[in-house]
C-alpha cells in the first residue's frame, strides 16, 4: 500500500489573478466565469500519486486576506509548497509577485518549495509579461513556472505534478508531525463518549 | 493599495487580539458582514507573538511611540451638526516599563541580519511598492540590535576586563536614558560603536574558548525560529478555548504540544510535582506513605461535592489551612496548594481550592500527562485562527489601518459610523473596540491593574530530564503580603517558540511594581547571569541569560463598562488580556458580547457540511456534495477524493 503524505499547500498573489480558479479546476475540474471573490473556502484537497507516495495536498487559499496587504503568519506555516500566481496581462501582478516572494522569506518555512503560476494564458493576445521574464526570475529564486490557464484547464495538472516531484522524499528521523497534537480527532471521540 | 474599504458593514471590530477575533469570527459565521481592524501592522495586539527581530521592532515601536505626530486629513470637518463625534487613540499606553538586557557576547565585527527562510538572497528582489516597508509585519533591519544594551542588572561585580566594560555600558546607557526615555517606556540604548569598542577589548582578551556558546549574532540570525509572545498563558485541555476551539472546527488552523511537566520551587530547588497516577507511584521523591496519602487526597478531590462532610466545617477558612487539617505532608501541601491548585497561602476559601484542584485532575489525561496545552508557534497564533475564520466566512481584513473617530448620531445617542486613517466613512450597526483604542477622555475614570511581564532566553532547562524537549510549568509563591505568585513557563524547541539549544521562559504576574522590581528575585533564584567565565568549574548548575525583557503591560479584564464614560449602547468594549494562566476569560466575554450583537444566534457553531450548502451552478452543487468532509474523512479515505471545506451556506 502507498503511503500518503499530507502537503499543505499555500496560494499567494494578488487579488484577482485566479489563485481560487486555479485550485478549482485542479481539485474540481470545474471553472466558474462569476466566482466571487474567495468566499467560504477553507482549504480543499487532492490526491495524487508521485512515485512510491500518494500526495495528499491541502491547499489553503488565502480567504482574501490578501487583498488589504493583511495575511496572517500562520497561513504559512507548515506549508511543504507555496503557488504564487500573477496575470500574464497585467504587468503590476507580475511585479507584486516579488513581493510575496520577500513575504515568504520571512514568514515562510525554510525549504519551501516555490510554484510561480502565469495565469489566464489563453488570453495571450493582450499579453503584458514575457514568459521568458517570468523564466528568469523563477530561475533566480529556485522555484518551478508555467503558465496555467483555469479557464481552459492548461498546465493546471502540471503545476502540482512540478510541485510533487520537487518535495523531498520523506525524511524517516523526522516523523511527520513531531508529536503535535491535532485537536479536532481526537476530540470528537471524546465527546461522544461523555455526552 | 488600489481598493478601497466598502463603506458599510454589520459589524466593525477594532483591534486583533483573542476576544475580538473570536467575536469576529462568530459574527462572520452568523451572517454579518464583518470589518476587522487593527492599526498595527500585526495581528494580535497584545496577544501577538514575534520573532526577535519582530520582538526588537515593537520594542522599538514603543520607544518612538511617543512622537506620533498626526498627519490624518482633519475628520471634524466631516461631523455634521446632528452629529458627535468620539476620537479613538492615537497612542498605545499599555506597555510600561520597558527593559532588555542583553547578557550573551555580542561579536558586533558581523553584520548580523536574521535569515531569511529561503537561503537564496537576491538583489533583484527589490521594492516595487513605496508601501512595501510598512506592508511587512516583521521586518528584520541590521541597525536593531542597537536598542540592546549590554548590561548587568545585578548587583554582583563580575571579573575585571568585563566589569570595566560593563561599567561604560551602563554609563552610557544611563546618559542615552536621559536623552531618548520619557518615565513610561524606557529602552537602553547604547550607539553600536561605542558597544562593540567596549566590548569587544573585553572579549577579545579573555575569551575566546567556548565555541558552542550561543552568541547575540547566533540568535538574531536565527530570529525566525523565535515566536516570542506577549502573553504567556496556558490552554486547560477541557477550558472553554478548547471547547470553542473544537466546536467551531478553528481547531483545523492550529497544532498543540501538552505540557510535559508541572515543577515546584521549594528550598531554592526545582523539583516535579507528581500529579497524575502514574507519576504520583513513579515518583522517587515521595515516600509511600506520602504516595498514598496524596493519592487518597486527589480521588477525593475529583468529587469532593459528594462529601460535604469532609470540607463543610473549613468553608469559611482558607484552603492552605484546609490543608493542614488533611492528612499530608508539609510537602505535599505545598504541592496542592501552589502547583495544582496554584493558589496561594491567603487568596482563596477552601471551596475555591478544592474547585481548582478538581478542575486540574478533570484536565488530565485527555491529552496527556498534565492539564495543559500549548499551540505551537506560539499563543499569538490563536488570534490569527480565529480571523482566518471570520475572513473564510467573508469577513474582512485591514491591518495598518487605523480610525480616528467614532461617529455618533445626537439624537439616539448611537454611534453610526467611524472616520478612518484616510478620512473615509465606514457606517456599521454595531462597534466592538479593544479598551486600547480608547482615548483618556473615556478611560479616564477606569482604575488598571498591571501585569509584571518577563521574557527570558537561556541555555538549558531550569530541570535537567532525559529529554532536553520539555515544556514546564512552575508557580513561585509570593515571597511577603503585597506581592503575588509568579508563573513561570519554560519552553523548548520543539514548540517552535525559540531556536534550537535554547529554552524561552515566561514570567508573569499581577504587578505590585514594576516588572523588573517584580520578577527579577525570581529571575535570580533560577538563572545565573550568562558570563564568558568558567562556569563549567564552578557548582552552580543554574541555567544560564542569554538575553531578558521585562515590561508592564496594562490589564484591562473585569472592568466594568460603566466605568467609561459615555459609550453609545452599540459600542462594546473588548479588554485586552489577563493575568490568568487559562483563556477562559477572553471567551466568556466573546460569548456575551456576541449575544448582544447578535442575541439567539449560535455562538461558533460547526461549519456546515457541505452536503448541506446550496451553491450556484449544477455542476458544482454535485461534486460538492459528492465530496466528503475533511476533519472526519481525513485519515480514513486513501482514495481520491475531492473535499470543500467549509462553503458559508448563505453565499449568494
Known amino acids: ?35 466571487s471573490p474567495t468566499i467560504g473556502a477553507s482549504f480543499m484537497t487532492k490526491t495524487v500519486p508521485c512515485g512510491n507516495e500518494l500526495h495528499k495536498f491541502l491547499i489553503w487559499d488565502t480567504a482574501g486576506q490578501e487583498r488589504f496587504h493583511s495575511l496572517a503568519p500562520m497561513y504559512y506555516r507548515g506549508s511543504a509548497a507555496a503557488v504564487i500566481v500573477y496575470d500574464i496581462t497585467k504587468q503590476d501582478s507580475f511585479h507584486t509577485l516579488k513581493k510575496w516572494v520577500k513575504e515568504l522569506k520571512e514568514h515562510g518555512p525554510e525549504n519551501i518549495v516555490m510554484a510561480i503560476a502565469g495565469n489566464k494564458c489563453d488570453l495571450s493576445d493582450i499579453r503584458e509579461v514575457p514568459l521568458k521574464d517570468a523564466k528568469e526570475y523563477a530561475e533566480s529564486i529556485g522555484a518551478v513556472v508555467v503558465e496555467t490557464s483555469a479557464k481552459n484547464a492548461i498546465n493546471i495538472e502540471e503545476l502540482f505534478q512540478g510541485i510533487s516531484r520537487q518535495i523531498p522524499p520523506l525524511d524517516p528521523h523526522e516523523n511527520g508531525n513531531n508529536g503535535a497534537i491535532k485537536l479536532g480527532k481526537q476530540a470528537t471521540q471524546a465527546s461522544r463518549r461523555c455526552c | 493599495m488600489a481598493d478601497n474599504l466598502p463603506s458599510e458593514f454589520d459589524v466593525i471590530v477594532i483591534g486583533t487580539g483573542l476576544p475580538e477575533s473570536i467575536i469576529a469570527a462568530a459574527c462572520s459565521r452568523s451572517g454579518q458582514r464583518v470589518l476587522h481592524l487593527d492599526s498595527r501592522s500585526y495581528y494580535g495586539g497584545n496577544w501577538a507573538s514575534f520573532s526577535f527581530s519582530g520582538l526588537l ?14 498627519e490624518s486629513p482633519a475628520w471634524q470637518e466631516q461631523i455634521f451638526e446632528n452629529e458627535d463625534s468620539i476620537a479613538l487613540s492615537r497612542k498605545d499606553k499599555t ?18 541580519e536574521e ?39 545585578t548587583e554582583k561585580t563580575p571579573k575585571s576586563d568585563l566589569e570595566n566594560s560593563l561599567e561604560i555600558n551602563d554609563v552610557e546607557a544611563t546618559r542615552e536614558k536621559e536623552k531618548h526615555c520619557d518615565d513610561k517606556t524606557c529602552v537602553k540604548s547604547v550607539s553600536e560603536e561605542e558597544t562593540s569598542e567596549n566590548v569587544l577589548t573585553a572579549e577579545d582578551t579573555s575569551l575566546q574558548s567556548k565555541k558552542n556558546r550561543i552568541t547575540y549574532s547566533q540568535i538574531v540570525k536565527e530570529g525566525r525560529r523565535f515566536n516570542i509572545d506577549l502573553v504567556s498563558k496556558l490552554l486547560y485541555s477541557r477550558g472553554l478555548l478548547i471547547d470553542l476551539l473544537i466546536k467551531s472546527n478553528v481547531s483545523r488552523y492550529a497544532e498543540f504540544k501538552n505540557i510535559t511537566r508541572i515543577l515546584a520551587l521549594r528550598d531554592g530547588r526545582v523539583e516535579q510535582v507528581p500529579c497524575s497516577r502514574a507519576d504520583v507511584f513513579n515518583s522517587k521523591q515521595l515516600t509511600m506513605v506520602e504516595k498514598r496519602m496524596l493519592m487518597k487526597f486527589l480521588t477525593f478531590c475529583m ?88 475572513a473564510v466566512f467573508g469577513g474582512i481584513y485591514c491591518l495598518r489601518h487605523s480610525v480616528q473617530c467614532l461617529v455618533v448620531d445626537k439624537e439616539s445617542r448611537k454611534c453610526k459610523a467611524i ?34 511581564r518577563s521574557v527570558l532566553i537561556t541555555d538549558r532547562s531550569v530541570l535537567k530530564a532525559d529529554s532536553d524537549q520539555q515544556i514546564s510549568i512552575l508557580t513561585v509563591p509570593a515571597e511577603e503580603t503585597g506581592t503575588f505568585a509568579v508563573r ?109 450583537v447578535c442575541p439567539n444566534e449560535d455562538f461558533c457553531p460547526p461549519p456546515p457540511n457541505p452536503e448541506d450548502v446550496i451553491i450556484d451552478g449544477d455542476s458544482l452543487q454535485s461534486e460538492v456534495s459528492e465530496s466528503s468532509f475533511i476533519p472526519e474523512a481525513n485519515s480514513e479515505t486513501p482514495k481520491e477524493s475531492t473535499s470543500l471545506g467549509n462553503p458559508e451556506g448563505s453565499s449568494q
Open chain 2, 303 to 390: 468529587e469532593y461535592e459528594k462529601h460535604p462532610d469532609e470540607y463543610k466545617a473549613y468553608e469559611e477558612t482558607t484552603f492552605s489551612e484546609y490543608l493542614k487539617t488533611q492528612k499530608l505532608t508539609p510537602n505535599l501541601q505545598y504541592f496542592v496548594l501552589h502547583s495544582i491548585a496554584m493558589t496561594s497561602e491567603t487568596a482563596s476559601n477552601t471551596i475555591d481550592g478544592l474547585k481548582a484542584t478538581k478542575n486540574f485532575l478533570h484536565c488530565l489525561g485527555r491529552y496527556g500527562n498534565t492539564p495543559f496545552l500549548f499551540p505551537l508557534y506560539g499563543q499569538g497564533e490563536l488570534p490569527q485562527c480565529f480571523c482566518r475564520m471570520c
Open chain 2, 419 to 452: 472616520i478612518d486613517q484616510f478620512g473615509q466613512r465606514i457606517i456599521s450597526k454595531h462597534f466592538l473596540v479593544e479598551d486600547s483604542y480608547f482615548s483618556e477622555n473615556i478611560c479616564s475614570h477606569v482604575q488598571y491593574r498591571q501585569i509584571s
Open chain 2, 115 to 153: 535569515a531569511g527562510a529561503l537561503q537564496k538572497n537576491h538583489a533583484s528582489v527589490t521594492s516595487a511598492n513605496p508601501t512595501e516597508g510598512a506592508h511587512s509585519a516583521y521586518l528584520p533591519s541590521e541597525h536593531e540590535s542597537c536598542t540592546v544594551s549590554c548590561e548587568m542588572p
Open chain 2, 488 to 596: 513561570v513557563i519554560e519552553l523548548c524547541s520543539s514548540t517552535m517558540t525559540c531556536m534550537k539549544g535554547t529554552y524561552l521562559v515566561h514570567l508573569t504576574c499581577t504587578s505590585s511594581k514594576t516588572a523588573r522590581e517584580d520578577l527579577e528575585p525570581i529571575v535570580q533564584k533560577l538563572f545565573t547571569p550568562y558570563t564568558e567565565t568558567e562556569i563549567e568549574n564552578e557548582e552552580n548548575e543554574k541555567p544560564r541569560l542569554l538575553w531578558a525583557l521585562y515590561f508592564n503591560m496594562r490589564d484591562s479584564s473585569d472592568v466594568s463598562r460603566n466605568s467609561y464614560n459615555d459609550l453609545p449602547s452599540n459600542v462594546y468594549v473588548c479588554s485586552g488580556p489577563d493575568c490568568g494562566l487559562g483563556n477562559d476569560n477572553a471567551v466568556k466575554l466573546a460569548e456575551t458580547l456576541f449575544q448582544q
Open chain 1, 1 to 35: 500500500m502507498m503511503a500518503i503524505r499530507e502537503l499543505k499547500v499555500c496560494l499567494l498573489g494578488d487579488t484577482g489573478v485566479g489563485k481560487s480558479s486555479i485550485v478549482c479546476r485542479f481539485v474540481q475540474d470545474h471553472f466558474d466565469h462569476n466566482i
Open chain 2, 95 to 112: 506597555i510600561q516599563h520597558v527593559e532588555v538586557f542583553c547578557y550573551a557576547s555580542q561579536d558586533l565585527h558581523e553584520d548580523v
Open chain 2, 57 to 70: 521592532s515593537w520594542l522599538k515601536e514603543y520607544q518612538e511611540n511617543s512622537d506620533i505626530v498626526n
